[in-house]
């Protein structure tokens, strides 16, 4: 009793319900366990809920409006009523901040290709009553059909193009199931211009970068480099086509961006 009480507290009646009605319940107790199989429940700093099984992210973490990947968060351009993508979405994170920058007249694309993780997704956007978030069940690729997708040890590591050889083993578990694949071209066709487009896809980012012919349709990228090696052909891909290429501090991390006239 003790515990809906709380939760009625912390998300108002409706949310609290609509949450207690999608997950397992959970006893206080168990709340915070490091277990990857319990719901955690995050209050972001900008007022929305976030429902993960990332023992990473707390309640004490979200305190701050840069405790997730800092470095990234000062680049993300967003105004009313822009477009942006979340491509490799996991739970949502960026998903959520990017609904709530760009408001009702914005509109958000979260990509996320496995059952799970896109359930999470969907409890997000009904738990914070969002309207402006449009989800696909996709991995993105370099040609629209099917893929097989390698499930990852952790929720945010599956991927269409996985390592071979020892990391791969330690990395990845021996599971894989097939899921449909759309490209990057065939998501900006859909629209006149992209602030902002964040791709975080476990090794597949230049697979699907290097196919696409409409790159000057978004005016930011935000890229998760997964493989090292692919980070001079990545630039060199964006510095072709007139865009100016930064690294974070974070190696494995860049950010391109269009430049201004």
Known sequence: ????VGLRYLLGRTRRNLLLSKIQYVSPSRWFSERYDITFLNKLPWGVFLSTVERSIGLKETESSTWHEPEVYTWIN???????????AHHGWYTL???????NMGHVLAIEPNPKNLWFIQK?????????????????SNKSGHSKLFIGVHSGGHT??????????AIFTSRA??????????????????????IDVEGAELNILKSCKQLRKAKRFI???HRREYLSSLRALFEKKGFEVRQLEKKRIIVTRYPLD
Request: contains cysteine; hydrophobic residues 45%; positive net charge.
């Open 1 to 4: 009793m003790c515990f809906r």
């Open 78 to 88: 967003l105004e009313q009523g822009d477009v942006a993508f979340d491509i490799g």
């Open 97 to 103: 901040l990017f609904s709530r920058k760009v408001g």
């Open 124 to 140: 997000n956007i009904q738990l914070n009553q969002l309207l402006n978030v449009k989800v696909l069940p996709h991995a993105l």
């Open 160 to 169: 269409i193009m996985p390592l071979s050889g020892r990391k791969k083993e």
């Open 177 to 198: 199931i097939t899921v449909p694949t759309r490209t990057l071209d065939n998501l900006l066709q859909e629209f006149d211009e992209v602030k902002l487009i964040k």
């Open 223 to 225: 890229v998760e480099v």
